[in-house]
């Protein structure tokens, strides 16, 4: 595991399963839709239960398709967590797919804190089934995090965690934070 400093923030990167972090919230991989099929998102509800997915279900019935800046909240099931936060990331060639993954990520930050999560871990959104280049996404990671730092008040959180499935991730996420931009 690798510890960097941003303010009072600690960010931790490690290679491990999002499905068994023991912290406030994790941060889902979804889609707009939250239908749960595939990757991170469907690794979470064959762990967690279908109880994620009714509960998913229930919130765009309430409230529509999720957005990049507004991620969805439910329960964790049987996960070791309080929260689980549904966040969209962007489907590389959509267009503005670095703003909208910078969105994203903050988002989820912002909602963690709302929450008053002292911790959250999150995967490595997009870089799956959606094709975001992982270099380029390590950056937006770094890039987001450094803004939440910065700019929020009153900060709860204290430790945001990226887990990281596989080695070349875990590699090229440590290179990003340990360079800088
Ligand atoms: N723990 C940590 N990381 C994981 C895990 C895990 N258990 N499983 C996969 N990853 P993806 P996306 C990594 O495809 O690209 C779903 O069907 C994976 O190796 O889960 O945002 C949703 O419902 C990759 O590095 O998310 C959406 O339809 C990262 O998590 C769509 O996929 C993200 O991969 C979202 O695609």
């Not at 966040?87 to 267009?95: K, L, Y």
């Not at 999150?122 to 990671?141: D, M, N, Q, R, W």
Request: net charge negative.
């Amino acid at each position: 595991m690798a510890t960097y400093l941003f303010g009072s923030l600690t960010v931790q990167i490690e290679q491990g399963d999002l499905t068994r972090q023991k912290v406030d919230a994790i941060v889902n991989a979804a889609n707009k839709h939250l239908q749960h099929g595939g990757g991170v998102a469907g690794a979470i509800v064959a762990r967690g239960g279908s109880i994620i997915q009714q509960e998913s279900n229930e919130w765009v019935h309430l409230h529509g398709p999720v957005t990049h800046n507004h991620p969805a909240i439910t329960g964790p099931g049987s996960l070791f967590c309080k929260y689980i936060i549904h966040a969209v990331g962007p489907i590389w060639g959509e267009g503005a797919e670095v703003d909208k993954l910078i969105c994203t990520i903050k988002s989820s930050l912002l909602t963690a804190n709302d929450l008053k999560c002292k911790s959250v871990a999150f995967p490595a959104i997009s870089t799956g089934i959606y094709g975001f280049p992982v270099k380029l996404a390590s950056e937006c990671f770094l890039h987001a995090i450094e803004q939440f730092s910065k700019e929020a008040t009153l900060l709860f959180l204290e430790t945001v965690k990226i887990v990281l499935f596989d080695t070349g991730t875990l590699q090229v996420f440590l290179d990003t934070f340990s360079t800088g931009l």
